[in-house]
C-alpha cells in the first residue's frame, strides 16, 4: 500500500501543480476583466469553484490549535475544489489539497521529515448567507470524509489515512460571480489509536468564483427583452398610403 501510495502521488504531482497555476491564471485575468457589481439578492448559485494555496500544521501537538511556524506549504497554488449548491444554504464540496513537507518543521514531533501529501475531501457545507443577508459576508461551517496519503518515511502514520473533517470558513464576494475563501479546520484520522498522530490541521486561502442557476439568466434574459419591449414605440401607417401600396 505504501508503494501504491508513492507511486500515485509521484504521477500527480506535476500534473496537479501545472493544472493548479493554469486555473490560477486564468481565474485572476478573468477577475481583472470583471466589473465590480454588489451582491445584495439570495445566494442562488449552482455551481462554484475555487483554487488557493493550503497550509498543514502536522506537529502531533494536539493542544495547539494555531502554530504557523510549523506549517507546511508550497508557493504556487496547491488545492482545487467545486461546490454543488444543493437547497436553502446545503452545499456539497469536493477538493484535492497537495503538498510538501519541510525538513525544518515539525512533523509528529520530530525534525527532518520530507515527503510529498495528498488530500482528497467529499464534504457537506451548511452557509449562513441568507441569514446574515449582507450580500458581501458569507461564513459556512463544513464536515464530511477525506483520503490522506503521505510518503514521509513515518512509522508513527500509515501511507493512507482516512479522515473525519471538520472545518469553518467564509467567502468575501467583491461581486456576483467572484470572491475570496478562507478556510480552516482539523482531520481526525479514523485509524488506531483514534485521536493519533495521524490527525493534522489545515488552512486554506484561495479565489473562489461560482455560477448563477439557468433559471436566474433566463429571468435576468426576460427582464431585459421586457424593457426593449417596453421602449419601442409603435409607427402608424395611414390608411390611405396601406391602399396604396396594397
Not at 508513492?6 to 481565474?27: E, G, H, N
Amino acid at each position: 500500500m505504501k508503494i501504491l501510495s508513492m507511486f500515485v502521488i509521484m504521477k500527480i504531482q506535476p500534473l496537479f501543480r501545472a493544472l493548479t497555476s493554469i486555473l490560477f491564471l486564468m481565474s485572476s485575468l478573468h477577475l481583472m476583466a470583471q466589473p465590480i457589481k454588489k451582491l445584495t439578492k439570495e445566494n442562488s448559485y449552482k455551481w462554484m469553484f475555487g483554487i488557493g494555496w493550503n497550509a498543514m500544521d502536522d506537529d502531533g501537538n494536539a493542544g495547539a490549535f494555531y502554530s504557523p511556524e510549523n506549517w507546511h506549504y508550497n508557493a504556487y497554488p496547491s488545492r482545487i475544489f467545486a461546490d454543488r449548491y444543493i437547497y436553502n444554504g446545503w452545499s456539497c464540496e469536493l477538493s484535492t489539497a497537495f503538498n510538501q513537507y519541510n525538513p525544518n518543521k515539525l512533523v509528529n514531533g520530530q525534525l527532518g521529515k520530507t515527503g510529498i501529501f495528498l488530500a482528497t475531501d467529499a464534504n457537506l457545507k451548511y452557509s449562513f448567507y441568507k441569514l446574515l443577508k449582507s450580500g458581501t459576508i458569507d461564513p459556512y461551517v463544513s464536515a464530511g470524509f477525506g483520503l490522506s496519503m503521505r510518503t514521509k518515511d513515518d512509522s508513527l502514520v500509515k501511507p493512507t489515512t482516512p479522515t473525519l473533517n471538520v472545518l469553518v470558513g467564509c467567502n468575501f464576494w467583491f461581486s456576483k460571480t467572484f470572491g475570496l475563501q478562507i478556510q480552516s479546520g482539523g482531520k481526525l484520522g479514523l485509524t488506531s489509536p483514534f485521536m493519533g498522530k495521524s490527525n493534522y490541521m489545515q488552512h486554506s486561502i484561495g479565489l473562489v468564483v461560482r455560477f448563477e442557476t439557468l433559471a436566474s439568466q433566463r429571468s435576468d434574459f426576460s427582464k431585459k427583452h421586457h424593457h426593449i419591449n417596453k421602449g419601442r414605440t409603435k409607427i402608424k401607417i395611414p390608411k390611405e398610403k396601406k391602399e396604396k401600396e396594397g
